[in-house]
């Protein structure tokens, strides 16, 4: 495949892991957080760890927008789409979240709810169009990347004069969340490892640039390099941090200047701009309240806004007591840490936001990396004998 | 911590719960609605060896029966439709065991309202299928329900054959040291189908792989029948299930090489686009056998002699592993394991 091949080679891998085991302090050990899902797949998926020094260590940050949708935002849309009038309309990876009790939307259009798996949200216009005497809900989720195509699905609702079209408003914001890891009271409360860097989303910026994180990497003097999601990308960027970390700088790179300028996309911004403000305060699962880390509709598109027109309620739910993913999202534990990761909380049941996506830190250890406890345990194994 | 992790199981809630899509999904979940709902039900040894199919003595020798649904969409896909592929399923059934397929029976469940001229081409295209496998359809059955009761056409078949004197081919026979094999390149049919669903229709030049491997078997039992362990179609759940399965039967873990899977660009192209793991992407015409260390060289020969067998590759070995983990060195230098799918494969959202 031309423009992937190129960043899967396996050769060229090995020549930066080289370059990486020669640039580290062997003295020190280095910690990095990747924020977004896109890379902690790619790190499972091609077993990246295996090719960094031993003091190089991964942390696996919250950017799955479907692992941090709270219980209470579920419910809200089952609620909904149990509504004989409803058919809310969904990206797939949405339908297997878990709500409260066990529920999910999956489980929902079983019971019979109108729920219809999307692939776009002019997917949901179209249902909108064919079935006027529906009410057709676009259940919006996702960051930055995905907010320019719902702001262009409701310019279009509007520009056609559909008026049984509206959107559930789950789209959140990046950088709120960066600083929330660093600081918030959960922060406090669980304690923090020592975080040298980041490796910023790429999908992202290529919509907001690179510029919103400089007031990050100023602010708490943290290293950031924006990666893309091939393998490639990811230990490239690797090698960016550790020679930012050795020379103490904390700046914002771009490695991934195939597709992300400083800027971004202003149009695209735009757009948002124009259908889209600032949630004061919204709930991130394992994360808890991220303030202004949420976007809903501007008031004057109320008519589109499902919350408003159907007088949504979000109910108070929490997951699992015993469930650990804020201490694993902010890197203080690791997935195998929690004493729920594997025996009830498994990709087939998740418990916690962790396990939900397959981006998330638990399902991607689960999924593509358990081996390695087992070889942890027996090497432990042999130097205890 | 404790390393032997055992995956929680939750229990069916029969009292409450629902038959949704992750039943049907060839995951755990289909696993646990077999086992929880019809094995209890049917109870008996055959059922519990757990293969797609039973043999069973009768005078004369072994012989093998099986059945199975289909109820694919859309009907019609690039290389098929729901026709040939219950012939050919249910043959590859039947060959799986080393058996040679002798007849097959077909069984419509029709929706009210449904075109006769598709129901026409469906039942030429299977007459076609069966005429070419040399294995008839010798029995069947027609229902017609409700419009709005069934999706177009559901199709079951059952088969029966007879296994070659001195063939036993079982599925906990995996032997730490022994070959894997693969009959050509994977995930061929998951695309082609997914490429004629509704609003996901992408051009690809990709076609099912659907077809009957009978012969292939047959060629590979003659040249070296004696070192076969098993068999296995990767049909849904692609060969990732399938070597899970394989695994947890045969009480042993599995090492694959990434770079020896055959795998056409097409189809890597398709899965890098949806989002989706090739490996976990459902064939229909290919074939994962086991094979003692000696007769791999030989097996794999007559594949390759094969129409059906010309791209097959060994992919790996099986290994001791109590926690029954399949693990791939990957393409880029590292590894990871390989794990059934959980639920139904949906696309990510970035």
Known sequence: MKYIDEYRDGRLAKDIARQIAAAVDPARSYYFMEFCGGHTHAISRYGLEDLLP?????????????????????????????????????????????GSNGSSLLKAKAAGADIRMVYSTLDALKIAEAEPNREVVFFAIGFETTTPPTALALRAAIARQLPNFSIFCNHVLTPAAIQNILESPDVRKLGTIKIDGFIGPAHVSTVIGTEPYEFFAEEFQKPVVVAGFEPLDVIQAVLMLVHQVNDGRHEVENQYIRAVTALGNEKAQNEVARFFELRESFEWRGLGEVPYGALRLRPEYAQYDAEKRFSMVTPAAKDNPACECGAILRGVKKPADCKLFGTVCTPDTPMGSCMVSSEGACAAHWTYGRFREKARTQDEGRAVA | MNVAIKAYKRKLDITNGRVDLSHGAGGRAMGQLIEGIFHKAFDNEWLRAGNDQSAFSVPGGRMVM??????????????????????????????????????????????????????????????AASREAGVPIITGDTKVVERGKADGVFISTAGVG????????????????????????????????????????????IVSDSAALHGLVAAMVEAGGQHIRLMRDPTRGGIAATLNEIAHQSKLGFHIDEEAIPLKPEVAAACEFLGLD????????????????????????????????????????????????????????????????????LPRIC
């Open chain 1, 54 to 98: 031993a003091n190089v260590r991964m942390i696996h940050g919250p950017g799955c927008p479907v692992c941090v949708l709270p219980i209470g935002r579920i419910d809200a849309a089952i609620a909904l789409a149990m509504r004989p009038e409803i058919t809310l309309c969904t990206y797939g990876d949405l339908m297997r979240v878990p």
């Open chain 2, 66 to 127: 099986t059945t199975d649904g289909y109820v694919v969409s859309p009907l019609f896909f690039p290389g098929g439709n729901i026709g040939t592929l219950a012939v050919h399923g249910t043959i590859n059934d039947i060959a799986m065991a080393g058996a040679v397929p002798l007849y097959l029976s077909a069984s419509f469940i029709i929706e009210e309202g449904f075109p006769l001229a598709d129901l026409e081409r469906i039942a030429e295209s299977m007459g």
């Open chain 2, 162 to 205: 007879m296994v070659p004197a001195g063939l036993d081919l079982r599925s906990d026979a995996a032997r730490p040291g022994d070959a894997v094999i693969v009959s050509g390149s994977i995930g061929d049919h998951g695309v082609a189908v997914m490429s004629k669903r509704e609003n996901l229709e992408f051009d690809t030049d």
């Open chain 2, 278 to 345: 090739p490996l976990n992407v459902a064939n229909e015409g290919k074939l994962v056998v086991v094979v003692a260390p000696e007769g791999a060289e030989a097996v794999l020969a007559a594949m390759q002699a094969h129409p059906l067998g010309a791209e097959a590759a060994l992919i790996g070995h099986a290994v001791a592993d109590d926690h029954c983990f399949v693990q791939m060195a990957t393409s880029f230098g590292g590894g990871r394991i390989v794990d059934w799918l959980s639920g139904e494969q």
